[in-house]
């Protein structure tokens, strides 16, 4: 294991899952741990079974990350307590049956797993800058490749399944890596995307009826990993000496890989960066 000795370590949906998985492996290696979590409860009971293992500070903050002005928060927070942060993993996401807007009118699927990544970047830029060399971890995954972006219908009003909403959310999440690397060249943040594979976890819940027996019964009992190989990836993107220095790469199985011809879309990566902006209500001047 990579000594993570001194090395703040923030982790997003870090109270269940792959998420918990991560946290768990970054707190064995001696990291400071920053969870944050929607649910208080659960994540206080996450952050007990951290700090059993922990040598350093396990720390919990509380988010909804599917509000802006909640994101804006728990950044203000964050900061507030660490002024150097040395690795940001964007691991939460959520998957829903029905069509929802967030609070500030977003399809929530692409406001929790593409929108807050971006905001939450953005916000703690200054601390990974200056906690740098830092890195940058987000957890897309294989259906990307499945996505497709329709910027005529960002909220999904016509239309709208499910898989249609998750797999574009983890196309966002390549093409955001791609373009936030490019960016932030020579800073000396990197940023690197990632796919864990299937994992046996509870987002899976969310699938019922006949597809749902098919995905309990066969894909999560014959083929699905466990939480803690699923966060294999995330743990190496964020600890491994290996990849230091790389940046704007796709990766599985600790390997580099080639993402979907349209994750490799630079013009497409560059338009989605500004329709976020709006989104987000943000601007990007810090990165350029």
């Given amino acids: 294991m990579n000594d993570m000795t001194g090395r703040v370590c923030v982790v997003t949906g870090a109270n269940t899952g792959i998420g918990k998985a991560t946290a768990l492996g970054l707190a064995r290696m001696g990291a400071t741990v920053v969870m944050i979590c929607r649910n208080r409860a659960r994540g206080e009971a996450a952050q007990t079974e951290v700090q059993r293992v922990a040598s ?79 890195r940058i971890v987000v957890v897309s995954s294989l259906v990307h490749r499945w996505g497709s972006i329709d910027f005529d219908d960002l909220h999904l009003e016509r239309g709208y399944t499910m898989d249609r909403a ?30 864990p594979g299937l994992v046996k976890t509870d987002f899976a819940r969310v699938y019922t009826g006949v597809q749902g027996w098919f995905v309990h019964n066969v894909w999560m009992r014959l083929f699905a990993q466990t939480p803690e190989q699923g966060a294999q990836t995330s743990v190496y993107l964020a600890t491994s000496p290996e990849v230091a220095g790389v940046t704007g790469a796709h990766f599985a199985k ?5 993402p979907s011809t349209l994750a490799r879309d630079d013009a497409l990566a560059r338009r989605l960066w500004d329709v976020s902006v709006h989104l987000c209500n943000y601007s990007s001047s810090q990165i350029r």
């Fill in 56 to 134: 350093a500070p396990v720390d919990l903050f509380r988010a909804d990350l599917s509000s802006q002005a909640e994101v804006r928060q728990v950044a203000d927070d964050i900061r507030a307590r660490y002024a150097h942060i040395h690795v940001l993993i964007h691991n939460a996401g959520l998957q829903l049956p029905q069509r929802t807007l967030s609070v500030d009118g977003i399809e929530m699927t692409l406001a929790v797993n593409h929108g807050a990544p971006f905001l939450l970047t953005h916000c703690l830029l200054d601390a990974l800058k200056a906690g740098a060399p830092s």
């Fill in 166 to 195: 998750y797999f574009r959310s983890k196309l966002c999440n390549v093409l955001f890596t791609r373009e936030l690397a490019r960016r932030l060249s020579g800073s000396g943040v990197t940023a690197n995307s990632l796919e």
């Fill in 254 to 258: 600790c390997r580099p890989i080639e």
